[in-house]
């Protein structure tokens, strides 16, 4: 389990983490979201080892990743821009990771390597964005971490390529039980990714939350009424946010769908929907209820 307890990192006189407390369950998908500056890199660097906290701490089991050797070969990092040696080839690069990952993997590797279309004597400095971070994915697959921390990975790669990384990745999580945290500003990738988000904000987190319990707590509905009826009809739903457009109402509210059609229902629509939200809906509405300006805050 990774434990985040009152963390702090600053740098000078900026608190890029603010007292942050949560926990990941070892096994999950973790999805970090958040503006920009929110301190989602930060957080991913402090737990990687590479930053040493100001001020609470972070764990994997119960141990601190900074100076300590042992935690760090047990994540395997892949910051927003990978880092490899000058003219390391991808080749040369496995064989650095195969000495510092007791758990490497040859054969992972070269299974990863037959499915990336990638030349694997080349120099890595000459590969493209995209290609650079499908090398570092190969590199971390094989090392066969029990933590695997990925900044904006999602960036720079073609959609055929975000599908592999997923179902890669999404593999390791359930024939090893491998816990991934990830960090991106793109929210309809991390939807039918991660099994948990966390919403960073100005160096905290606002909430961190299941996300099939975050999407099937709240829905969408709408519904034609003729005659409207008045608002007391409503009141047994827990509504966030309604919209009257002539006969149509719109709201979003709390509930389960079959909850909030019964009570819909009740009141004889001539026509009623419920549908989810997306993951994108959802924040907006949580946030719009905790008084946040949603869009200073995801974009
Ligand atoms: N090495 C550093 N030195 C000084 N300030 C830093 C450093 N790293 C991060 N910061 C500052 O800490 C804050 C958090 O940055 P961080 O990179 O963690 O945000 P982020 O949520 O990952 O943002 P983005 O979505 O833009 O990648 C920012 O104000 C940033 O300027």
Not at 220 to 237: D, I, S
Not at 248 to 277: M, W, Y
Request: glycine share 8%.
């Amino acid at each position: 389990m990774i434990e985040a307890n009152q963390l702090t990192k600053r740098f000078g006189i900026l608190t890029a983490l603010d007292q942050i407390s949560f926990q990941i369950q070892s096994g999950s998908i973790f999805g970090l979201v958040g503006s920009n500056g929110a301190g989602k890199s930060t957080f991913l660097r402090t737990l990687a080892g590479i930053y040493q906290p100001d001020g609470g701490s972070v764990t994997l089991d119960g141990e601190a990743p900074f100076e300590n050797p042992g935690v760090k070969s047990r994540i395997f990092f892949i910051p927003d821009y990978p880092y490899f040696f000058p003219q390391a080839s991808l080749d040369s690069m496995a064989a650095f990771y195969s000495r510092l990952y007791p758990t490497w993997s040859r054969e992972r590797y070269e299974a990863c390597c037959a499915m990336f279309p990638l030349d694997r004597k080349m120099r890595i400095g000459n590969m493209s964005k995209g290609m650079q971070r499908q090398a570092a994915l190969i590199c971390a697959i094989a090392a066969q971490p029990e933590l695997l921390l990925m900044d904006e990975i999602f960036d720079g790669l073609d959609p055929v390529m975000r599908q592999l990384l997923k179902r890669i990745v999404g593999s390791e999580v359930a024939d090893r039980g491998m816990t991934v945290v990830i960090a991106s500003h793109n929210l309809r990738e991390l939807e039918d990714f991660c099994d948990h988000v966390g919403l960073f904000h100005k160096g905290g987190v606002l909430f961190e939350r299941e996300l099939d319990e975050l999407k099937l707590g709240i829905n969408k509905v709408q519904a034609v009424f003729q005659p409207l009826p008045g608002p007391e009809a409503f009141q047994g739903l827990d509504i966030l946010k309604t919209e009257v457009r002539g006969s149509l109402v719109s709201f979003v509210a709390r509930g389960t769908k079959e909850d909030i059609l019964e009570q819909i229902n009740a009141l004889h629509p001539v026509f009623a929907e419920v549908l989810p939200l997306t993951l994108e809906e959802v924040f907006i509405s949580e946030m719009e209820v905790a008084g946040y300006d949603i869009e200073n805050i995801l974009n």
